[in-house]
């Protein structure tokens, strides 16, 4: 069993940076993949990054790129996101999510197990 619990998100302007966190419970995160996911409203959930479970490996979607970071640290159990140059568009609610091994893409939700409940973020133009 894995809980997942983000933090960080928040109202910024545009141009802005906030950095998201995801502490994770359980002796299985240091062997897990991480991602970020984000769902806008009426928009369906999609991949923003996601990371190896060594953090040797990352990958971003294209709209993101030079923008965000993924990170995680095994011995705090957390995984991060850094987020500068925010746009309006970035506005939705981000989720973190844990791949146990399923052995599906990382982009693809179903390689995730277990998920937070999702922190809002809103950017302001």
């Known amino acids: 069993q894995v809980q997942l619990v983000e933090s960080g998100g928040g109202l910024v302007q545009a141009a802005g940076s906030l950095r998201l966190s995801c502490a994770a419970s359980?002796?299985?995160?240091?062997?897990?993949?991480m991602g970020w996911f984000r769902q806008a409203p009426g928009k369906e959930r999609e991949v923003v990054a996601a990371i190896s479970w060594s953090g040797a490996s990352t990958v971003y979607t294209d709209s993101v790129k030079g923008r965000f970071t993924i990170s995680r640290d095994n011995a705090k159990n957390t995984v991060y996101l850094q987020m500068n140059s925010l746009k309006p568009e970035d506005t939705a609610v981000y989720y973190c999510a844990a791949d146990l091994g399923s052995g599906y893409n990382v982009r693809d939700a179903k390689a995730y197990n277990y998920w937070g409940q999702g922190t809002q973020v809103t950017v302001s133009s």
């Open positions: 359980g002796r299985t995160f240091s062997r897990s993949h």
